[in-house]
């Protein structure tokens, strides 16, 4: 099984990604301090669920059909599933992120399988 770092090298070797690569790709930051590690998957939950919940009313749909009904989206839209009120409710890929995440603490680590 290939490292991270073995991994990255051969997606550079092979321009399977499509970034100059740089120094910044030879080392590893280190460990976070835990609290501030939290406060940032707190955040990224957050913006997740507001994210999910502000583009579910218009899923599935192309951008630009989007942008010509709605214009650029900065407010929840009125939701059926709300009764038609504007207001969000996130989606069940919230619900699996969180479950996840739920499964890594009590795996200690991602396990894919």
């Known amino acids: 099984m290939q490292t991270n770092k ?11 990604i499509d970034l100059k690569r740089s120094r910044i790709f030879d080392y590893s930051p ?12 707190e955040g990224m939950l957050l913006g997740l669920a507001i994210g999910d919940a502000l583009g579910r009313t218009t899923e599935s749909r192309r951008p630009a059909d989007r942008r010509s009904i709605h214009g650029e989206i900065r407010d929840y839209l009125p939701n059926p599933r709300a009764g038609g009120r504007a207001e969000g ?17 009590a795996d200690e680590g991602f396990d894919p399988a």
Do not use: H, K, Y
């Open 30 to 41: 280190g460990a976070m301090p835990v609290n501030l590690l939290w406060d940032r998957v």
């Open 6 to 16: 073995q991994l990255l090298d051969e997606f550079f070797a092979t321009g399977r």
């Open 89 to 105: 409710i996130p989606s069940d890929d919230t619900q699996l992120a969180f479950w996840t995440l739920e499964q890594m603490i």
